[in-house]
Structure formats: structure tokens, C-alpha cells
């Protein structure tokens, strides 16, 4: 039981600039994706997450969904795609409005 599926945590967003400041320890993007294509390549299944609201750019969102939407086309292996708004980090006011523009969808 649950060793057909791994959970697609740790994408956070799928781009090296903002994983090298985000995270210690982690693959960058490349590998990331590898692990998921192959174990898609395999027969598996996983979820994919997105970490948004925080150091990113808009543009790097993005980034970060056409790179997922590439290798679902290529592996159809994802089968829930989780967006999680980063709520450790203080917000600006702006940013505070737009967390509840997102999280109200």
C-alpha cells in the first residue's frame, strides 16, 4: 500500500535561482524533474506542489508551471497538482492581498 505514488513535495518552484536561495540541501529543477520522469517512466504516479508568495517573480510562477505541464505532456504521471501559499516569511501588504486573492479561488 502507497508504493505506486510518491508525493511531489520539495518542487517549491521549479526555477535554480529561486530553489539556490530557498532551500539547502535540494536538487536543482533538472534533477528534480529526472527523479519524476523516471519514476513516471516507471509506472508511477506523484503529485506535484508549487510554493508560491515568496522570492519568486511572476514570470518565474510561470517558469515554474510550463515546466510541469511539460513533463505531464511527456509522462502523464501527475495526478493532483498542490499550490501551497509560503506563509513562514512576513508579507507586505501587497503580498497579504495577494495570498487572500489566491487562497479565495
Known amino acids: 500500500s502507497g508504493l505506486d505514488s510518491i508525493p511531489g513535495g520539495g518542487a ?3 526555477v535554480d535561482r529561486v ?3 530557498m532551500t539547502r540541501g535540494k536538487v536543482l529543477t533538472d534533477d528534480w524533474l529526472n527523479v519524476m520522469r523516471v519514476w513516471h517512466e516507471l509506472g508511477g504516479v506523484s503529485s506535484v506542489t508549487m510554493m508560491f508568495v515568496h522570492i ?3 514570470a518565474e510562477r ?3 508551471l510550463e515546466r510541469v505541464r511539460l513533463l505531464q505532456d511527456e509522462t502523464g504521471g501527475f ?3 498542490i499550490a501551497n501559499i509560503a506563509k513562514a516569511m512576513p ?4 503580498l497579504r492581498m ?3 486573492r489566491v487562497s479565495t479561488r
Open 12 to 14: 517549491e518552484i521549479l
Open 91 to 94: 508579507l507586505t501588504p501587497q
Open 56 to 58: 519568486e517573480t511572476l
Open 79 to 81: 495526478t493532483a497538482f
Open 98 to 100: 495577494m495570498a487572500r
Open 62 to 64: 510561470i517558469e515554474h
Open 19 to 21: 530553489r539556490k536561495e
